[in-house]
């Protein structure tokens, strides 16, 4: 199919292919074409655009479901397959040998020989280590070399092996009994804690088990383990031993597997007779699952959601939801019998093995349940306004409407239509061909929904209520039969909405809101016709107020699409063309035909991305199924390549505005993800037909209906890392949570009961799908409980601690109102406080020896010194003696002060260190000037014993020696440097040194 050339700017033709293949589809004409298709295609993977090409490994195509990863071959028999959490890995037990291998990619890590037949292995988590059973009551502890740590022998043979995750401890079953074992010295050893051996279990082999997991700190919950005999299964107290119940006959064969599945707190087993039953905790009967022709020897949590897998020895692996109680995948092994199968919670790789072989299976979850609307879906509209939230418009085959919040899927009204009856035995009458529902509208402002049917039925409904109250029923004929819904807004000032929304919610009807309404503030409902006229209806009386033929006689208007924007209207139809409107909302002609494309199809779906619009043509008879993006006001048109259109009927297409993607759907089971230049970002394949689909949000998660489910994509799970990254960076307008509307009692009542089971069957999804059970509802409250008594008692804390901190600025304000303090409390507190100090009892000292005080001093006595007279005047008074007094620089030994730095105003005058380091303390600076008189005797007594340096006067004929007495505060280096100095000079040259020295010169 090639691409036609010289075409006009306004055409936005699909090329036409040569009709030769003129006849209806089939089922075998569909399956011809893939192949033809895949054929031409190029092998290998799809090379990505520009925007994904940082993402250079990752697949264009992405598919839901459990796909074959690798198979790993053995030469001897498998006996046992362990899973090791810790590194990811599995270890295979063979006569004689242990290989561990990479779980992801099934690569060979290591191999150890071993000597003796194990029987029963598990992987300890906590500890690292393995456990072993030889024979039948021998158990080895392994480290993770496989090497023989510790052996513990049981007293009753060991049928199997559980190792308890919440305790760390280990459980036992074999005849008769349930053993518990404990780990001592660091978990090197094992030890035999309790065996339970009731009377009642005497005859019992219990073979299989299985553990209820509760919460991460478990506390005083009771933890159930449940062991498996034939077709019996014993409930015991996992820590503490104890024997609850035991249930017989379970099933007609006998039990293969047991699974405890925690978040909806069932029992699961599976037997030999090839049916799976689902029961309660009191073990009452929930569900059955049949589907496997021969035995079931494996039961698994599926990794993601509540589903459950099961393997068979028919060689299939199936997948059961428990939510819509069906089977949703079916995997065929092929090769050898299956033995097991494991899975793990949080990986998404699981295996299977056989006699001689393991197979690794990767799961991919795209999709999960997000709103069960009881019947199946026909199409899904978004409404999103800034100023309201957002919510999501659901049409269904049945005729009913549902309004659905996209933030948690709850439902928050529906419209029932009248015709809806059921029959005497009540149940709902399934709606006539010429009754379906064609098209649907919601305008929030307003609270109103709309809908139309095939009968020529316009309904209006008040939506405030639950559920919704249908205020206006009108009834079109012939060609004026709406086929196709549109509203048109033109709004001046934003703020109307916001007071509509508020007024209707005031129970304000809409003709008396349309009387309160400002000028320009203008609302049209449009619809095409089935005969190619675009209508606008009156709301209130349902007349049609305006009428133009857009597409011609007989031509049906298949899609009509609101640009308000750019103040347009598009429109298409049966006739191959598409046409844009502009309009002019306030005249009483509001459409006027600007641009009109010529097309090769039928233009069936249409969708508006700020100025690109984006188009899907189909034709069933020439397999012709394709999308074009043309960019409005740059008259841009964006093609594909031929092998990216889908292979079957187109069901919708939709974008988001944020990230500027698009996509489309068909019922080929496929999601193409397009950017805005129409190239293919990813393909994503569904296990069942989309019937429709819609954006839920900017952050790009879709919805996509299949069957009366609404199931929803993750962005995380499908987007090219480039847009990955760019959705971090982007903020987003907060989505507000809502709960179901507030109940009509009176509308509810006046319902008849098949009406009443439309809106029972339309409920919102189960979303915990954590592995862990929840807690009693005694222990809940009880933790409750602490949980408040401890924020009350943080909460205190806070307080008295603000309050501190209060009181430790000075900000502290008091409750209690200030009292004006009087002149007489003031000097009152003035006269206590000086009592302190000056009113105290004086203490007389007691005489020691001689008492030299005279009472009776004799009367001649010299006058008293003035204060200025008892000091020399020489002296400086105050607390530092004058600086003339202080040493000199020369003075001070240089070798106890390195880092003396020369500062201070009166170093350049008096030759002194004022302040050499920054900061010296005032007793060190004291000590420096001004030297104490214990010194200065130290001093004279050193003097005694000067040094003395004795060396010849070269300056002299005689050479007599000459002797010099040198300070005592000298080191022994400074002498020797000294003595060095003077044995080279002359007596004239030694006399000159001394003076500066101020030593003494002895002959």
Avoid at 220 to 244: D, R, W
Avoid at 582 to 596: C, D, K, Y
Avoid at 719 to 743: A, D, S, T
Wanted: charged share 25%; proline share 5%; glycine share 6%.
């Amino acid at each position: 199919m090639t691409l036609a050339a010289k075409r006009t700017q306004n055409e936005l033709a699909v090329p036409k292919t040569p009709n030769y293949f003129d006849q209806k589809r089939s089922k075998r004409a569909k399956e011809l074409w893939t192949k033809l298709r895949e054929s031409v295609m190029t092998s290998g993977t799809k090379k990505p655009p520009e925007e994904a090409s940082e993402e250079e490994s990752s697949p264009i195509e992405v598919s839901h479901g459990v796909h074959h990863l690798k198979t790993v071959k053995f030469d001897k028999e498998i006996h046992l397959v362990i899973f090791n959490s810790n590194e990811m890995a599995f270890v295979t037990v063979q006569k004689g040998v242990i290989t561990k291998f990479a779980l992801s990619s099934g690569r060979l890590i290591e191999s150890f020989e071993i000597d003796d037949d194990i029987t029963k292995m598990i992987f300890i988590k906590k500890t690292g280590f393995y456990l072993a059973v030889i024979g039948n009551n021998l158990i080895q502890m392994m480290n993770s070399e496989f090497e023989v740590t510790a052996t513990t022998h049981s007293t009753f043979d060991i049928s199997c092996l559980y190792y308890n995750p919440i305790n760390g401890n280990v459980i036992s079953g074999g005849a008769g009994n349930i053993s518990l074992w404990g780990f001592r010295f660091g978990g090197t050893y094992l030890v035999l804690l309790k065996t339970v051996t009731e009377e009642i279990l005497e005859s019992e082999v219990f073979d299989n088990m299985a553990i209820e997991i509760p919460e991460p700190d478990p506390g005083v919950i009771e933890q159930k383990c449940y062991a498996v005999s034939g077709t019996s299964v014993a409930v015991f107290e996992a820590q503490k031993g104890l024997l609850l119940d035991y249930k017989k006959s379970l099933h007609i064969k006998k039990i293969t597997s047991v699974l405890y599945f925690c978040p909806m707190k069932y029992i699961i087993t599976a037997s030999r007779d090839g049916c799976i039953k689902v029961w309660t905790s009191d073990f009452e009967i929930r569900l059955v699952f049949v589907g496997h022709v021969r035995p079931v020897i494996s039961l698994n949590a599926y990794p993601q959601g509540p589903y459950l897998m099961s393997a068979s020895t028919d060689q299939t692996i199936r997948v059961w939801s428990l939510e819509t109680e069906d089977e949703v995948d079916l995997i065929e092994t092929g090769g050898d019998t299956i033995r097991g199968m494991t899975t793990n919670d949080g990986c998404d790789v699981l295996y299977t093995y056989s006699k001689t072989q393991v197979q690794l299976f990767q799961v991919t979850h795209l999709h999960q349940l997000f709103t069960s609307v009881g019947n199946p879906v026909k199409k899904i509209k978004k409404v999103s306004y800034e100023m309201f939230v957002d919510r999501m418009l659901c049409m269904c085959m049945d005729g009913t409407v549902h309004l659905v919040s996209p933030v948690n899927g709850v439902v928050l009204t529906s419209m029932i239509p009248p015709f809806i009856t059921s029959d005497v035995g009540r149940r709902a009458t399934a709606p006539p061909a010429h009754n379906m529902i064609c098209d649907a509208e919601y305008y929030i402002p307003l609270e109103m929904m709309v809908a139309t049917y095939s009968d020529g039925t316009l309904l209006r409904a008040n939506t405030c209520l639950y559920p919704a109250r249908i205020e206006r029923q009108f009834k079109f004929q012939g060609g004026d039969i709406p086929k196709c819904l549109c509203i048109y807004e033109y709004i001046v000032d934003r703020n109307d909405l916001y007071d509509s929304w508020n007024q209707v919610r005031n129970k304000t009807t809409l003709e008396n809101i349309q009387k309160q309404s400002k000028f320009g503030y203008k609302v049209l409902l449009l619809a095409g016709t089935v005969d190619g006229h675009l209508i606008s209806i009156n709301m209130d009386t349902g007349g049609i107020e305006y009428k133009v033929l857009a597409h011609g006689e007989g031509n049906e208007v298949i899609s009509i699409l609101s640009n308000a924007k750019q103040d347009q209207l598009i429109t298409s139809g049966s006739d191959n063309v598409v046409k844009i409107w502009q309009m002019f909302p306030n005249s009483i002609e509001p459409g006027s035909l600007v641009t009109t494309f010529y097309c090769a199809h039928n233009a069936t779906h249409m969708n508006m991305n700020e100025e690109k619009l984006m188009i899907g043509f189909q034709q069933a008879t020439i397999a012709t199924f394709t999308s074009v993006i043309y960019n409005l006001e740059t008259k841009e048109r964006f093609d594909h390549e031929p092998d990216e259109d889908h292979i079957d009927e187109l069901t919708a297409i939709t974008s988001t505005t944020k990230l500027n993607i698009l996509a489309s759907s068909s019922k080929d089971g496929t999601i193409h993800i397009w950017n805005e230049k129409n190239q293919l970002l990813r393909k994503l394949k569904l296990n069942a037909e989309p019937i429709c689909m819609e954006f839920l949000n900017s952050q790009a998660d879709i919805v996509v209906a299949l069957n009366d489910r609404i199931h929803i994509i993750k962005s995380t799970s499908y987007l090219p890392k480039p847009l990955l990254n760019k959705l971090v960076c982007m903020e987003w307008r907060p989505q507000k949570k809502e709960g179901k509307f507030v109940i009509d009692d009176a509308l509810l009542n006046s319902m008849n009961h098949a009406q009443r089971d439309k809106l029972s069957g339309a409920k919102s999804t189960y979303t915990s799908h954590g592995m862990r059970s929840d807690l009693p509802e005694a222990e809940r409250k009880r933790r409750e409980l602490e949980s408040r008594e401890r924020e009350q008692g943080f909460a205190r804390i806070d307080a008295r601690d603000n309050d501190l901190m209060l009181m430790r600025d000075g900000v502290f304000i008091s409750n209690k109102p200030k009292s004006k303090r009087k002149t007489k409390i003031k000097e009152r507190v003035l006269r206590k406080y000086m009592a302190l100090f000056y009113d105290r009892p004086t203490k007389v000292p007691e005489a020691h020896g001689v008492d030299m005080f005279d009472p009776n001093p004799p009367k001649d006595l010299p006058p008293p010194l003035s204060p200025r007279g008892r000091y020399d005047d020489t002296q400086k008074a105050g607390f530092f003696p004058s600086v003339t007094k202080a040493k000199p620089l020369e003075e001070i030994p240089h070798g106890k002060f390195p880092a003396l730095k020369h500062s201070g105003p009166d170093f350049s005058k008096q030759g002194f260190i004022i302040n050499p380091t920054s900061f010296i303390p005032n007793s060190v600076l004291l000590r420096l000037l001004w030297p104490p008189e214990k010194e200065k005797e130290d001093k004279k007594k050193k003097t005694k014993d000067k040094k003395k340096i004795k060396f010849p006067d070269y300056g002299n004929e005689e050479e007599e020696e000459v002797e010099f007495k040198l300070p005592a505060f000298l080191t022994e280096v400074e002498v020797g440097t000294i003595s060095q100095e003077f044995s080279k000079r002359k007596l004239v040259q030694i006399r000159e040194v001394s003076e500066k020295l101020k030593c003494k010169l002895v002959r």
